[in-house]
């Protein structure tokens, strides 16, 4: 987990590399630039947060979808859920996609602790989550994963949009960091 945010901080120092190169700044190149150090601040945050929790390591590692996008669940009429779309598949701890999950929610919720707190309390019905994992969901909810996902498909090219929908996807997710921050802090007195 540490090894795997320490990598993602590389990218985000090696695409300010590119961007900084580029004589001629895109739209892009100059907002990214605008947000980086910030984001790259935030992640080390993350990675010293991950090592402090004792050293310990979660051993139970389980299959994750990784895109636990509303597109990708389906309620079937026998009132079972069914998941789609299993080419983002890893294997993880269990909290990986609970914090993907918890991400997006907050973005369709106004970035408010009840919304955590409505998913960690069911989660916890049915799972409950040891103090451990609560740290390292904190953890990885921490590390900026929007700003990161987005930088990394505009500076390698992983998707074919247009350079307008790659600007407009930049601003919205940097406009994310004082809502995370706030709804962060609450979770920190809440769940810790």
């Known amino acids: 987990m540490?090894?795997?945010?320490?990598?993602?901080?590389?990218?985000?120092?090696?695409?300010?590399?590119?961007?900084?190169?580029?004589?001629?700044?895109?739209?892009?190149?100059?907002?990214?630039?605008?947000?980086?150090?910030?984001?790259?601040?935030?992640?080390?945050?993350?990675?010293?947060?991950?090592?402090?929790?004792?050293?310990?390591?979660?051993?139970?590692y389980v299959f994750c979808h990784h895109d636990l996008a509303h597109h990708n669940v389906l309620m079937g009429n026998d009132d079972n859920v069914y998941f789609l779309d299993f080419d983002l598949c890893i294997l993880d701890t269990r909290v990986h996609d609970l914090a993907n999950f918890i991400n997006k929610a907050l973005k369709d919720n106004a970035?408010?602790?009840?919304?955590?707190?409505?998913?960690?309390?069911?989660?916890?019905?049915?799972?409950?989550?040891t103090k451990e994992e609560i740290n390292i969901l904190y953890a990885y909810l921490l590390f900026p994963k929007d700003f990161y996902d987005i930088s990394r498909d505009y500076y390698l090219r992983t998707k074919r949009w247009d350079e307008d929908e790659y600007v407009e996807k930049l601003i919205r997710k940097a406009a994310y960091k004082d809502d995370k921050d706030r709804v962060l802090k609450s979770f920190k007195k809440i769940w810790l």
Not at 10 to 34: G, R, V
């Open 2 to 60: 540490v090894e795997r945010l320490l990598n993602r901080i590389k990218d985000l120092e090696k695409f300010k590399e590119i961007a900084n190169m580029h004589y001629y700044k895109t739209e892009f190149d100059k907002i990214f630039l605008e947000n980086v150090d910030i984001n790259i601040e935030k992640s080390k945050e993350a990675v010293d947060y991950l090592k402090g929790t004792q050293g310990r390591h979660i051993k139970d």
């Open 111 to 129: 970035f408010t602790i009840e919304t955590i707190n409505i998913i960690l309390d069911n989660y916890n019905k049915i799972s409950k989550l």
